[in-house]
């Protein structure tokens, strides 16, 4: 279990371990979550991580009237100790806030690393099909060729922002301002990476392109069909039969190599907002009821056959968010596949953080006494349309 450090506690380890022993066993705690960073003062850390430390944050308080000489103090301490504990804390609090549990995208896509800022060509092998063969005894096997195909990705694109941690923040001991601002800056981040995501799997962005040739991600005739109308995810009696429709269109869906048909198990339904509680009821249904009235002579009454039955509908998990909206512009429009078989986030690197060196012109410009860059870089791809189908009323 975590557990916070008072300022005592920080001094005894510093003079027990020196400085940067300190910040060593420190950082060791935070990222094992031994210690809980995000309750620290920023004011203890910056007076027992530096050599006289209550001295300096003295010299640097608002309330001290009169000059000094701001290079000389600067160069008098290492700044190192306390600028790395900082960098920890907020790279905690920004991967926290990244992956924010309602957040979609992580459902969505897989990722794949890449070296390739503006796009790669990734090399496949098609499918052998069924072209097996009897082989008689003695008799050798017969060859078979292989199909070759590549997808050709989008370019990478980089993203990012610079969290500071200023003088004011410093003295005044407002460690949750700097948290707050970082929490907020990678939320938003994570944010812009869930619209690009939801944009490639509602179609909205299209950048699908096998073998040199570029294709819409979901099509209603062409190379594959995917995508229909008419299907609407309603409150009728045979609410579930909108997934048998979707079930029935993958059977159609072939490969492209061998013409034999795809096969998949459906584990994502993606609905905006307003067919949440619908889709939630056909998935958790534990019985369907089928009433057929059977036409009786004139003048008697047509009795009821009720016929029950387990729920035919395969399990998958019903992803929604205003999102979902917000990208697709629809309220009828839903999602139904293995969404992390046809889509990956490709990505040069991950959310990351990089702390600016010490002596930087915003020390005395500003009064930023340290840094952090936050960055990520990549791109959603589409990889294989054929998991995915798209339906509407």
Not at 127 to 138: H, I, N, S
Not at 151 to 168: H, M, N, S, Y
Not at 210 to 232: C, F, M
Not at 243 to 262: A, H, R, S, Y
């Amino acid at each position: 279990m975590s557990k916070c450090v008072s300022l005592r506690e920080l001094k005894q380890m510093a003079a027990a371990e020196g400085i940067h022993g300190a910040r060593d066993k420190l950082l060791e705690g935070i990222r094992a979550d031994h210690f809980r960073g995000a309750d620290w003062s920023v004011r203890d850390l910056f007076e027992s991580l530096h050599e006289d430390g209550a001295e300096l944050l003295r010299s640097i308080s608002y309330r001290r009237s009169g000059g000094r000489p701001l290079r000389e103090a600067a160069d008098a301490v290492d700044t190192s100790a306390f600028s790395s504990i900082i960098g920890q804390i907020v790279f905690n609090k920004i991967k926290e806030a990244y992956q924010d549990p309602e957040l979609l995208w992580p459902q969505l896509c897989d990722t794949m690393t890449t070296e390739f800022l503006d796009g790669e060509r990734i090399p496949g092998v098609g499918r052998l099909g069924t072209k097996l063969e009897e082989v008689d005894e003695g008799m050798p096997y017969p060859l078979v060729g292989l199909n070759e195909e590549y997808i050709d990705t989008a370019p990478t694109r980089k993203r990012g922002c610079v969290v500071p941690l200023t003088r004011e923040i410093i003295v005044a001991d407002r460690t949750g301002i700097l948290l707050k601002t970082a929490g907020e800056e990678a939320y938003w981040m994570g944010l812009d990476k869930e619209q690009r995501v939801l944009a490639a799997v509602c179609g909205v962005v299209n950048n699908y392109k096998r073998n040199g040739t570029a294709t819409n991600t979901y099509l209603t005739s062409g190379s594959y069909v995917n995508s229909t109308t008419g299907n609407a995810l309603d409150a009728s009696a045979n609410e579930w039969r909108a997934l048998e429709k979707l079930d029935l269109l993958f059977d159609g869906i072939t490969d492209p190599n061998t013409g034999v048909p795809i096969i998949v198990k459906p584990d994502v339904l993606l609905v905006p907002s307003a067919l949440k509680k619908t889709a939630l009821r056909i998935m958790n249904a534990t019985q369907v009821e089928h009433v057929n009235n059977v036409t009786q002579a004139q003048g008697t009454a047509a009795p009821s056959i009720r016929t029950f039955s387990p729920n035919p509908v395969v399990s998958a998990k019903v992803l929604s968010s205003p999102m979902v909206k917000f990208i697709s512009g629809s309220t009828t429009k839903y999602w139904y596949g293995a969404p992390k078989k046809a889509f990956l986030y490709i990505e040069v690197w991950g959310i990351e953080t990089t702390q600016a060196p010490a002596g930087h012109p915003d020390e005395f410009n500003r009064d930023i006494w340290a840094q952090y860059k936050v960055s990520e870089r990549g791109v959603t791809q589409v990889y294989e349309p054929r998991f995915m189908t798209q339906s509407d009323q």
